[in-house]
């Protein structure tokens, strides 16, 4: 068995033969504790509320200048306004339902496309 006594002697006998050893693990063991508490007890960094996006509309105080070159039709448009809803005019002007026909030619674009990408999987 281990016998306490013998070893907390020799301890004993170590550090009153040296002092300086002493002391310096105690102001070490001091300091540890201080560094200890100073992390548990100091808040770490607090969260920063994050900031809520707000949109704001866009009102121009001045011209916007447009891009000029070939590539930029002249019509080019900056923005538009949007509507929450389409009337019936633009839809028939703009909505087409498919036929049979373009569906199927669809469906057999999807089926190429389908039969490319898988072609050289294992």
């Known amino acids: 068995m281990i016998d306490f006594s013998e070893i ?3 301890i004993q006998d170590f550090f009153s033969q040296r002092q300086k050893a ?16 100073a992390i ?19 009102e121009a105080d001045q011209e916007l200048l447009l891009p000029q070159g ?3 039709p ?15 005019e633009e839809i028939k002007d ?3 339902s498919p036929d ?8 057999k674009a999807n089926d190429q496309m389908i039969k490319s990408i898988t072609e050289a999987a294992p």
């Open 94 to 96: 703009w909505l087409s």
């Open 8 to 10: 907390s002697e020799k």
């Open 70 to 72: 070939v590539s930029i």
């Open 100 to 107: 049979q026909e373009a569906l199927e030619k669809l469906s």
């Open 40 to 58: 548990v007890l100091i808040p770490q960094k607090k969260e920063v509320p994050s900031a809520s996006f707000r949109s704001e509309p866009f």
């Open 22 to 37: 002493l002391l310096i693990s105690s102001i070490l063991t001091l300091f540890f504790c201080a560094a200890l508490i």
């Open 74 to 88: 002249q019509d080019y448009a900056v923005s538009r306004e949007t509507k929450e809803k389409w009337s019936e």
